[in-house]
């Protein structure tokens, strides 16, 4: 005894008669559009223990009869006129089929889902997996789309940020060198943050990205739009790409510069002997971490003459800022003696600086030795340790 689920008539299958010569044909059997139930197209699911098990629509899961041929060969795909149910669920009059074959036949019966959009620096244009499901089966999947075709807006932001900000374009073009400065203009940015430790007054990733997108038009999605625009637009804007803080972001006050002695890259300290040595400093904003702060890279054969007590000391910049800090923190009474707290906090620090012979001094790099480095000898990061770090109190 069984249940019938399925009609004959739901699937109709015919020899090969006439017809365009590209339809699709298997076997001998071509087959026709009709009002197919969704059981009949399934997909198999491979089982170690029992690889005659489908998948069909609505998560429907049966086995071809034992009396097909194809329970036998398993193929991928099958559709099938019958399904009946006695120990299990069995699917009769199954023959094999391409799912390519649906998906011209089923129409507005289709599902396409997208996943997975990203850059793709190989193609110079954001990608997605595409989907195509018909009744919850995959007849397409995995199948690689462009995003802009989908959602033009979200490409363009993929384009701006992984391609142009982040460097993700690997194919060049012609007079593409902005991208080059402009990355310049970020890195300058925030080595001057890691020195002043004024992060909300650097530019950032985010300024560049909300610059380019007031820039660029609407339209350009891909590397090769943007090649093409640019190529237009260079004979009479040829700097409308290079990204200027000053101009282009109003909260900063980046591309001023720094006064060299108030953040240096050489520390001038004072031997046991009298004598002036360079040593390298490093800057880092990393609050919470031990590298927080400035790094003094000595040399191993400098550390016997060098005393611990002069890099209890802070760069100009930052001492200053100490200074005023601690006029802040005074009494009123006492405090009202030192308004404005940063023009005192100067004036202390200079009379200090002066009268202190043992006070180290910001240098040039190359200064009181031979090495460009400004190691003194001429040699690298191997030969030293990092044996100090100053923090902004």
Same mark, same amino acid.
């Given at each position: 005894?069984?249940?019938?689920?399925?009609?004959?008539?739901?699937?109709?299958?015919?020899?090969?008669?006439?017809?365009?010569?590209?339809?699709?044909?298997?076997?001998?059997?071509?087959?026709?559009?009709?009002?197919?139930?969704?059981?009949?197209?399934?997909?198999?699911?491979?089982?170690?223990?029992?690889?005659?098990?489908?998948?069909?629509?609505?998560?429907?899961?049966?086995?071809?009869?034992?009396?097909?041929?194809?329970?036998?060969?398993?193929?991928?795909?099958?559709?099938?006129?019958?399904?009946?149910?006695?120990?299990?669920?069995?699917?009769?009059?199954?023959?094999?089929?391409?799912?390519?074959?649906?998906?011209?036949?089923?129409?507005?019966?289709?599902?396409?889902?997208?996943?997975?959009?990203?850059?793709?620096?190989?193609?110079?244009?954001?990608?997605?997996?595409?989907?195509?499901?018909?009744?919850?089966?995959?007849?397409?999947?995995?199948?690689?789309?462009?995003?802009?075709?989908?959602?033009?807006?979200?490409?363009?932001?993929?384009?701006?940020?992984?391609?142009?900000?982040?460097?993700?374009?690997?194919?060049?073009?012609?007079?593409?060198?902005?991208?080059?400065?402009?990355?310049?203009?970020?890195?300058?940015?925030?080595?001057?943050?890691?020195?002043?430790?004024?992060?909300?007054?650097?530019?950032?990733?985010?300024?560049?990205?909300?610059?380019?997108?007031?820039?660029?038009?609407?339209?350009?999605?891909?590397?090769?739009?943007?090649?093409?625009?640019?190529?237009?637009?260079?004979?009479?804007?040829?700097?409308?790409?290079?990204?200027?803080?000053?101009?282009?972001?109003?909260?900063?006050?980046?591309?001023?510069?720094?006064?060299?002695?108030?953040?240096?890259?050489?520390?001038?300290?004072?031997?046991?002997?009298?004598?002036? @040595?360079?040593? $390298? =400093?490093?800057? #880092?904003?990393? /609050? %919470?971490? *031990? &590298? +927080? !702060?400035?790094?003094?890279?000595?040399?191993?054969?400098?550390?016997?003459?060098?005393?611990?007590?002069?890099?209890?000391?802070?760069?100009?910049?930052?001492?200053?800022?100490?200074?005023?800090?601690?006029?802040?923190?005074?009494?009123?009474?006492?405090?009202?003696?030192?308004?404005?707290?940063?023009?005192?906090?100067?004036?202390?620090?200079?009379? @200090?600086?002066? $009268? =202190?012979?043992? #006070?180290?001094? /910001? %240098?040039? *790099? &190359? +200064? !009181?030795?031979?090495?460009?480095?400004?190691?003194?000898?001429?040699?690298?990061?191997?030969?030293?340790?990092?044996?100090?770090?100053?923090?902004?109190?």
């Amino acid at each position: 005894m069984g249940r019938r689920l399925g009609a004959s008539s739901h699937a109709r299958l015919a020899p090969v008669e006439h017809g365009p010569p590209d339809r699709p044909r298997a076997e001998g059997v071509r087959l026709r559009r009709s009002r197919a139930r969704p059981a009949q197209r399934a997909i198999r699911r491979a089982r170690r223990q029992n690889k005659n098990l489908y998948q069909g629509a609505r998560n429907t899961r049966f086995a071809i009869f034992p009396s097909s041929p194809l329970s036998k060969t398993t193929p991928e795909w099958v559709i099938a006129s019958d399904l009946m149910e006695t120990s299990r669920l069995w699917a009769r009059m199954a023959a094999k089929i391409d799912p390519a074959w649906a998906l011209p036949l089923a129409g507005s019966l289709t599902r396409t889902t997208y996943s997975e959009p990203h850059w793709s620096a190989a193609s110079g244009s954001a990608v997605a997996t595409k989907t195509v499901l018909l009744y919850g089966l995959p007849i397409v999947a995995g199948a690689r789309v462009q995003w802009s075709r989908v959602n033009p807006a979200q490409a363009r932001q993929f384009l701006l940020r992984q391609g142009m900000v982040e460097d993700g374009i690997r194919r060049r073009f012609p007079h593409d060198d902005f991208l080059a400065r402009n990355r310049k203009v970020l890195e300058n940015s925030s080595e001057e943050a890691s020195r002043t430790r004024r992060i909300t007054q650097s530019v950032n990733d985010e300024d560049l990205f909300e610059f380019y997108d007031r820039t660029v038009p609407a339209d350009v999605t891909g590397a090769a739009e943007l090649a093409s625009w640019w190529r237009r637009t260079y004979a009479q804007h040829p700097r409308l790409l290079d990204f200027d803080p000053g101009r282009d972001v109003r909260r900063t006050t980046a591309g001023s510069g720094l006064a060299a002695d108030e953040y240096p890259s050489v520390w001038l300290a004072r031997a046991t002997d009298g004598s002036r @040595i360079p040593l $390298r =400093l490093t800057y #880092a904003y990393t /609050p %919470g971490r *031990p &590298g +927080d !702060g400035i790094s003094v890279h000595i040399p191993l054969r400098y550390l016997p003459r060098l005393e611990a007590g002069q890099f209890t000391w802070l760069v100009p910049g930052m001492r200053r800022e100490l200074v005023a800090g601690l006029i802040k923190a005074l009494p009123k009474q006492l405090r009202v003696q030192f308004v404005p707290a940063p023009a005192s906090a100067q004036a202390i620090d200079e009379w @200090i600086t002066a $009268r =202190l012979d043992d #006070a180290p001094a /910001p %240098g040039l *790099p &190359g +200064d !009181g030795g031979t090495g460009d480095d400004g190691t003194g000898d001429g040699g690298t990061d191997d030969d030293g340790i990092d044996v100090a770090v100053s923090k902004k109190a």
